[in-house]
């Protein structure tokens, strides 16, 4: 959902990682986005509750990634995240990648490497 360049329909957590984090983590400064819970509303008997994030961060070329999220999450009966609909200021995360990560037509970016390792994710798989 939504146009920013990390926006998508995502099927998997290794798809959302790939797509987001590992993306927005390529661009940030260490010790890259710390995220901290704001309030939680629902869950309980609901199958359905909003967390409410505030998370900062400092993009590699000094520009503040200080971004509000509302996750919309569905939980099964066993209590694991099933659907998660992400609310974000998306003009933000538009403006941190075009700004930062190499070969984005707009970047200023001489290197940054995009590959991530998920060995221990393949091993835990099977």
């Known amino acids: 959902m939504g146009t920013h360049p990390c926006a998508g329909h995502y099927t998997s957590l290794r798809d959302f990682a790939n797509g987001t984090q590992q993306r927005i983590g390529a ?10 819970v704001r309030q939680i509303i629902g869950g309980g008997d609901s ?3 909003v967390v409410e994030l505030v998370g900062t961060a400092e993009c590699k070329n000094g520009l503040p990634f200080e971004n509000g999220y509302a996750w ?4 099964d009966e066993d209590g694991k995240v099933r ?3 992400a609310y974000l200021d998306s003009a933000l995360v538009k403006q941190a990648i075009e ?3 190499e ?3 707009e970047s ?3 290197s940054i490497d995009l590959r991530a390792s998920f ?3 393949k091993e835990a798989d099977g």
């Open 27 to 36: 661009i940030l400064k260490p010790p890259g986005l710390q995220l901290k």
């Open 47 to 49: 199958p359905w509750a």
């Open 72 to 75: 919309v999450m569905r939980f």
């Open 83 to 85: 659907e998660v609909r």
């Open 99 to 101: 700004e930062n990560e």
């Open 103 to 105: 070969g984005h037509p």
């Open 108 to 110: 200023k970016r001489a």
């Open 119 to 121: 060995e221990d994710e």
